[in-house]
């Protein structure tokens, strides 16, 4: 029990911390596009990547991965480093996913070692102390169940969460990259014509 205790402390934790982490990325994401929408309509394109070096958001460090290649780069360059700049940023939105993951496969057989545990005693007191009725029997088997509910009590709540996330990341990858892309190819365009 102190064991599945434990896993439902880290599992509780790491859910508060992705949440408010995935917040604070929406928040600097939504900011971010606000800044960029705000310096493309005053005409001002050289504060965009001074804006994105000061932001947080995964879509900063896309559309300067992009950037970094020059504005006169081939797409092919510039696709390829945002691409890598892309899964790096994954990896920091999916950092600590694998631990509700490992809970949520671990914490039904800690409760379940329990439960064998808890009826291997019971029966090793009937068998010790005598036959005591059915009442001693069943007060000793639910007792053991106990750990197998309290398993699945911390399991899916962690599995639930730990799909909650990976949807939301694979849809916030997908929004960012179409962002991203959109911001730079106008954000090149625009720099041509201001140019010419």
Known sequence: MATLMLMS???????LERLAF???????????????QEAFSRKEYGAVLPQCRASDSPL???????????LEAESADS?????????GEMARLKQYLPVLATISSIAPFVGLFGTCKGIITAFSDIS???MGGPSVIAAGISEALVATATGLLVAIPALMFYNYFTKGIANLALELES??????????????????
């Open 79 to 87: 696709e390829r480093a945002m691409i890598l700049t892309m899964r």
């Open 179 to 196: 962002t991203a892309f959109q911001i730079y190819r106008d954000l090149r365009q625009k720099s041509a014509e201001a140019k010419s």
């Open 128 to 130: 010790t102390q005598g």
């Open 9 to 15: 402390i880290f599992s509780i934790g790491v859910v």
């Open 22 to 36: 995935f917040k604070h990325v929406r928040r600097a994401t939504e900011a971010l596009r606000q800044g960029i």
């Open 60 to 70: 900063a460090a896309m559309i300067i991965a992009e950037a970094a290649s020059g």
